[in-house]
């Protein structure tokens, strides 16, 4: 008797320690999101700042980040299955609009971030003096929604009174720097190679003129299935962001110079931190304040307009039923 006992005292402790060890493994259950990103600090600061911090990791998300050169391959590989979600700049009013991908936070606007640049020898001095002359961008794109606004500005239609070059934007600037074109409007930082190759080169105008009336916002989206079948995980993604976000607003220098050293060596610190003010912050507090009173969706109808115009998107998704701010103002409350 006094063996059996044992034997059963022997396996109730096994059981024991083998229930006590899965409580741990269920708490340490990790979800895996794969990232669609654009290498630009107004698109992937939080991103990375949360990566390096482990902000994200603390939420039980391991995240995969995958670098795409335009946020229009981003919304392509997203609608086909390669990514979970995706965080990106104009185009976050383009396909979301088309009822392809559901908006559920907001990085920053991208304040000065979308520059226009002239060749020294161009003879263009003014946005006017614009006319008749061959610009590269990347049509689609952030760039390409900001020179429209400065071309308007000056009575200029983008599409009769000067000549688009859709490029890359690597090659865009190449096209500038070779003298291929006499302007580009770009997005930072690719205004580090014009100045580094180009110096004469002249910035003739930034976003920030246009500023509120044209505000560019950048933020993330996810699939319209995943939407749908992950909130929660949505919900950890965001509680992952919100104190890199507050890092970022409380502390610009320090968290553009983390990033500087991490993920922008090939910028100059001090370029890289004017580069990194380019864009608008806002604390946790008043993106809520804005979520709620309707800000946010003026800001990404005035660019879903831009795109049903430019774009010809048929029967576009309004910005108040593809932005869903329910998520974020249900971890951050008034």
Known sequence: MALQRRTLIRHALAATAAAGAGFPALAQTRTKLKVGYLHTPAVDGQMWLGIHSGSFAKQGLDLEPIQFTTGLELFQAMIGGSLDVLSTGAVLSNFPARGQGKVFLINNIEYATAQLWVRADSGINSIADLKGKQISTTTGTTAHVFLDRALRSANLDSAKDVRLVNQRMSEAVTSLISGAVPAVALWAPFDTV?????????????????????????????????????????????????????????????????????????????????????????????????????????????????????????????????FDPGLFTSLVKA
């Open 194 to 322: 014009v100045r580094q190759k180009l110096p004469g080169a002249r910035k003739l105008v930034d976003a920030s003129a246009f500023f509120p009336q044209a505000a560019i916002v950048g933020g993330w989206a996810a699939r319209n299935d995943y939407f749908d079948k992950n909130q929660a995980v949505l919900r950890k993604l965001i509680a992952g962001w919100l104190p890199v976000n507050e890092q970022i607003v409380n502390n610009p220098d320090a968290a553009a110079e983390q990033l500087q050293k991490a993920n922008y060596k090939e910028v100059p610190l001090a370029e890289f931190r004017e580069q990194f003010k380019a864009s608008k912050y806002y604390s946790s507090a008043e993106w809520r304040a804005k979520y709620a009173d309707g800000t946010v969706t003026n800001w990404l109808q005035q660019v879903t307009d831009f795109f049903v115009q430019n774009a010809n998107i048929q029967n576009a998704v309004p910005a108040k039923q593809y």
